[in-house]
């Protein structure tokens, strides 16, 4: 029984389950008139640990987003009970032109579990590549502009394109079609160069 329910799990399911998932949290918080965002929790954190003293954006009672972090924490150990027990025996299924495309910018996609999961491209998160010029451009400057980009767009994706949106707030729209646009740039103009460095 326990087996049965483990390999139910463990399969890939259809995108709209995640999706149905998705629209139930948030018909769930705007009833409790709460509002979802992942970025937040790094404000929370630093106002936790008294950072409001020097500076207004973290004075604030971080105890009414202790919801916050405990949702982090789920989503943490989730995350790890997803990658070890409940694991797919194969790889990540993406579309036959998207692996045309990372191939065609030198990026594999496993075929198996001994090649990889396909979460995470070897050819660029490595500790090889980190100490080169492209492992800095990509996870250095990378993990500064999306820290900066998201305090200055006042949120992350999750953010903006869940929360924001549900809400019909004008500024989640324009943000999320930034998104769109810089993920657009990145994956057609800037990654084939960076990766050829």
């Known amino acids: 029984m326990i087996l049965s329910i ?14 149905a998932a998705i629209a139930g949290l948030m018909f769930i918080m705007l009833y409790a008139g709460e509002k979802f965002g992942v970025s937040t929790s790094f404000e929370t954190v630093c106002s936790m640990a008294g950072a409001g003293k020097n500076i207004e954006l973290f004075n604030y009672d971080w105890r009414s987003q202790t919801w916050l972090l405990l949702f982090l924490t789920g989503a943490a150990i989730g995350g790890f009970i997803g990658t070890t027990a409940l694991q797919s025996p194969e790889p990540v299924q993406i579309s036959q032109s998207t692996v045309e495309y990372l191939a065609s910018v030198g990026v594999a996609t496993p075929q198996t579990n001994a090649e990889g999961l396909g979460y995470v491209p070897r050819e660029i998160f490595n500790f090889e590549t980190l100490f080169s010029v492209k492992g800095i451009i990509i996870m250095v400057l990378g993990g500064f502009l999306i820290g900066f980009g998201t305090r200055w767009a006042k949120g992350c994706t999750s953010g903006h394109a869940i929360s924001g949106l549900s809400n019909l707030q004008l500024p989640s729209l324009v943000a999320v079609i930034g998104f769109f646009i810089g993920g657009l740039v990145m994956t057609h103009l800037l990654l084939p160069m960076i990766l050829k460095l």
């Open 6 to 19: 483990i390999d139910f799990i463990s399969q890939p399911w259809h995108w709209a389950v995640s999706g």
